[in-house]
């Protein structure tokens, strides 16, 4: 049994991190399901992470539904969280509960994951009264970088460190159950982590948050093309990924693979059958 929107306010009381990866498909959901990582996230960052795009504007809510139900499909109870893509709940909050819904009944999620602070509470607030558990997200918020001049640290001055404190209070007040917070000062994500019962999530905001989350490729060291300062990388499977390969092509030329090991064979006389 996974856990709950209310096991994540107990584990907070208690003082118990919270561990988040993204999965975004069956094959690393089903992998992760043995791990016991509380939350899964896909994240949109599988715009960047696996579709090849340059930011996570581009993703859509289909491919969105398609990937969640696809890790939902291989972590039948873990606890699942979908991002609501750029676009998804910026036209209004009709547009909103019905792009959440779909990510709950079409792909079913656990609940949804949407950035921006008191911009979006009108939503958060009409999603949770809907019957929808509602993931923030502050800081960093890739959706939007243009705006905030890029993919920088945010809140490091007073008035971006008092505005963020004032989001993340009011999209608790608003029903959120939970808060992720991107490339925070440290110093700044525990003011906030301590201001709120609900509790934080960090990425690249230190230890002072309630749990932590990555993006499973870069933890797992299979995403090469950039590698940002907050990410560890516990393994670095790229490269044997690659030997791996080499070393199939290889074999495959020199005909050493397929060996009999890997082959099939019968009794039956087929010399009737070849032309020589
Ligand atoms: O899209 C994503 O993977 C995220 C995490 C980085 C928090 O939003």
């Keep these: 049994m996974g856990k709950t929107v ?3 306010l107990t584990m907070k009381k208690a003082g ?9 498909d069956a094959a690393m959901s089903r992998l992760l399901s043995n791990c016991e990582v509380d939350m899964l996230l896909v994240g949109d960052s599988l715009g960047m992470v696996v579709l090849g795009y340059d930011s996570t504007v581009p993703v859509t809510m289909d491919q969105m539904i ?5 890790v939902r499909r291989g972590a039948p109870d873990a606890f699942v969280v ?5 676009g998804s709940y910026q036209t209004g909050v009709r547009d909103a509960t019905k792009n959440a819904l779909r990510l709950v009944k079409e792909a079913g999620c656990d609940a949804v994951k949407l950035e921006g602070g008191i911009e979006v509470c009108e939503v958060v607030e009409t999603l949770v009264r809907s019957g929808i558990s509602v993931v923030g997200h502050l800081g960093l918020t890739p959706q939007t970088a243009s705006q905030l001049g890029g993919y920088k640290v945010q809140g490091k001055d007073i008035t971006g460190a008092k505005k963020m404190i004032e989001d993340a209070r009011a999209l608790q007040a608003a029903g959120a159950f939970c808060l ?7 110093e700044l994500a525990t003011i906030i982590s301590n201001a709120l019962e609900i509790p934080t999530i960090g990425i690249g905001a230190g230890g002072g948050c309630d749990g932590q989350v990555l993006v499973i490729n870069d933890l797992l060291g299979m995403f ?13 499977l790229a490269p044997e990924m690659r030997e791996g390969v080499k070393q199939y ?4 030329k020199a005909g050493d693979f397929p ?6 064979s019968c009794n039956t006389d087929y010399s009737e059958l070849s032309d020589d």
């Excluded at 979908?82 to 750029?86: L, S, V």
């Excluded at 060996?259 to 099939?264: C, E, G, M």
């Design 6 to 8: 209310k096991d994540f």
């Design 224 to 236: 090469e093309k950039f590698v940002p300062k907050f990410v560890k990388q516990y393994q670095n």
């Design 66 to 70: 398609h990937h969640s139900s696809a």
């Design 249 to 252: 092509v290889a074999e495959v």
């Design 82 to 86: 979908g991002d609501m893509p750029f």
């Design 16 to 24: 118990e991190k919270i561990t988040m990866l993204t999965a975004y």
């Design 259 to 264: 060996a009999a090991d890997q082959s099939f």
């Design 180 to 186: 992720v917070l991107e490339c925070v000062p440290s």
